[in-house]
């Protein structure tokens, strides 16, 4: 059980275009979803927090006009990476938990996305 | 969130226990310990977590000492399949559920 699937796993495309990750609760049902960025030989960064049915809630730094999240549902989490430079090549990682966040309850995660711009 | 103090990197023989240390001084009473771990090119995958009691699942034993300023994490009979990068994180279980991710010990097991 706890498993989330997260697609495309691969994707490359060229400078200027947007690119739509998704990432999926398959067997159970979560209304936080979170969003990790991971450059190469670093360890991963939280990019923002995505609540079912309100806006999603951004770390520091992170641009939310450049990384728009949706979370219509309770098993569907979107980033949609906006025009697209070599600079947001990186590995993109989404986690669930299984029950609400007031929880200890652990996160899980899906296998990435690495997205490379040309 | 309390911060955790990993050494970078470790070897353990094949077939042998990999005892992983953390320190986390700063840690408050609300604040799981969790182990996750990342194999190249995949998402973490999560291990086990703990408040101050010892714990044991099928992958691994967290033990947390009675001050719960640091835990060990042991893989019993180490294989190179559980080389990889492993992590500890201390959370607090009502500020949203965030994870923050420190840098890791990369674990080598080695035949």
């Known amino acids: 059980g706890a498993v989330v699937s997260q697609h495309p796993s691969r994707v490359i495309c060229k400078s200027g275009t947007s690119v739509k990750i998704e990432c999926r609760s398959l067997?159970?049902?979560?209304?936080?979803m979170f969003w990790y960025r991971q450059f190469p030989k670093q360890s991963l960064m939280l990019m923002a927090t995505?609540?079912?049915?309100?806006?999603?809630?951004?770390e520091q730094g992170v641009e939310k006009d450049k990384f728009l999240i949706n979370h219509a549902s309770l098993t569907l989490s979107t980033l949609t990476v906006t025009s697209a430079h070599p600079e947001d090549s990186s590995f993109y990682i989404c986690?669930?938990?299984?029950?609400?966040?007031?929880?200890?309850?652990?996160?899980?995660f899906g296998d990435g996305t690495r997205l490379s711009i040309l | 969130d309390a911060k955790t103090t990993q050494p970078p990197s470790m070897d353990c023989a094949e077939g042998r226990a990999a005892n992983l240390p953390c320190n986390h001084s700063?840690?408050?009473?609300?604040?799981?310990v969790y182990w996750y771990r990342q194999i190249h090119s995949q998402g973490p995958q999560y291990i086990i977590h703990?408040?101050?009691n010892n714990e044991t699942n099928e992958m691994a034993s967290l033990i947390i000492t009675e001050d719960r300023k640091s835990s060990t994490l042991i893989l019993p009979h180490a294989t190179l399949r559980d080389t990889a990068v492993y992590y500890c994180?201390?959370?607090?279980?009502?500020?949203?559920?965030?994870?923050?991710f420190g840098q890791g010990t990369e674990l080598s097991v080695k035949p």
């Open positions: 703990g408040l101050k």
């Open positions: 067997d159970f049902q979560a209304t936080t």
């Open positions: 986690s669930a938990t299984r029950t609400d966040t007031y929880s200890n309850q652990p996160q899980h």
């Open positions: 994180i201390v959370r607090v279980y009502n500020q949203g559920g965030k994870l923050i």
């Open positions: 700063t840690i408050s009473g609300n604040e799981y």
């Open positions: 995505s609540n079912e049915g309100s806006k999603a809630t951004y």
